[in-house]
T-cell receptor
Framework: QQQVKQSPQSLIVQKGGIPIINCAYE??????FPWYQQFPGKGPALLIA?????SEKKEGRFTISFNKSAKQFSLHIMDSQPGDSATYFC??????????FGEGTQLTVNP | KAGVTQTPRYLIKTRGQQVTLSCSPI?????VSWYQQTPGQGLQFLFE???????NKGNFPGRFSGRQFSNSRSEMNVSTLELGDSALYLC????????????FGPGTRLTVL
């Protein structure tokens, strides 16, 4: 029940494309859903986060879509750039407690 | 404002040894969490400290322990190292209980030979 399932495991898009990464969860107590971006040799960096009382949040080229009834959320990257090539992790948390991470998606944006 | 710092960045140990890793949170942050990252298991929660008290613990054996000091700096210790302990150990800090945003450090890469 604590798991967060993430797909796809890897994703390759062309520059300007819109990669979409999906996550699903079971625990309805989760109340905070962040996305992290990780480059090789670096720690994960907080990208964008959403709470279940909203269905969408946009920050720059990054958008989270949230479907509470389906217990799913996704990350969309608009106008993707080669510099966006990284590993992306979704996560879920209950009330400032531990983060439960998805398995990660390795995104490659080709020039 | 400086980010989360972790020392050392790289560490090589042999089986049976013990190791201590250090984390300095962002100034003003009082909560520190530790995570283990491996290719096979992904990112897994180890424990969380707030006000020098362990508030939460993940599903790791007792060989993994930690503590937090009055200045919010934290250390984690792994005793009797096993080959499977080779991983990137990440520290994350947040303002405190009830504040969700966690900011990660660069990690300590531990290799056990």
């Amino acid at each position: 029940q604590q798991q967060v399932k993430q797909s796809p495991q890897s994703l390759i898009v062309q520059k300007g494309g819109i990669p979409i990464i999906n996550c699903a969860y079971e625990n309805t107590a989760f109340d905070y859903f962040p996305w992290y971006q990780q480059f090789p040799g670096k720690g994960p960096a907080l990208l964008i986060a959403i709470r279940p009382d909203v269905s969408e949040k946009k920050e720059g080229r990054f958008t989270i879509s949230f479907n509470k009834s389906a217990k799913q959320f996704s990350l969309h990257i608009m106008d993707s750039q080669p510099g966006d090539s990284a590993t992306y992790f979704c996560a879920a948390e209950t009330s400032g407690s531990r983060l439960t991470f998805g398995e990660g998606t390795q995104l490659t944006v080709n020039p | 404002k400086a980010g989360v710092t972790q020392t050392p960045r790289y560490l090589i140990k042999t089986r049976g040894q013990q190791v201590t890793l250090s984390c300095s949170p962002i100034s003003g942050h009082r909560s520190v969490s530790w995570y283990q990252q491996t290719p096979g298991q992904g990112l897994q929660f180890l424990f969380e400290y707030f006000s020098e008290t362990q508030r939460n613990k993940g599903n790791f054996p007792g060989r993994f322990s930690g503590r937090q000091f009055s200045n919010s700096r934290s250390e984690m210790n792994v005793s009797t190292l096993e080959l499977g302990d080779s991983a990137l150990y990440l520290c994350a800090s947040s303002l405190g209980m009830g504040y969700n945003e966690q900011f990660f450090g660069p990690g300590t890469r531990l290799t056990v030979l």
